[in-house]
């Protein structure tokens, strides 16, 4: 049902870490979290728990917002 906005989240989980210069194992790493995990939560296989997101937008230095703009993918 919300298929495309877990999409949406994770291309932009995949954006700012990038744009941080991580990797998905030192984003890992960061939020406690297995590489598998991180990975899946990109491509939308997996879909986080609030708490998780988060952990990820503080590991990422970023806002909820800005995690959840889905306007410049």
Known sequence: MYQNTYRKLGLNIKKYRL???????????????????????????????????ISIANALEITLKDLFDFENL
């Open 19 to 53: 744009l941080k210069g991580l990797t998905q194992e030192k984003l890992a790493n960061k939020v406690n979290l297995s590489l598998d995990f991180i990975g899946k939560i990109e491509i939308a296989y997996s879909k986080p728990s609030l708490d998780t997101i």
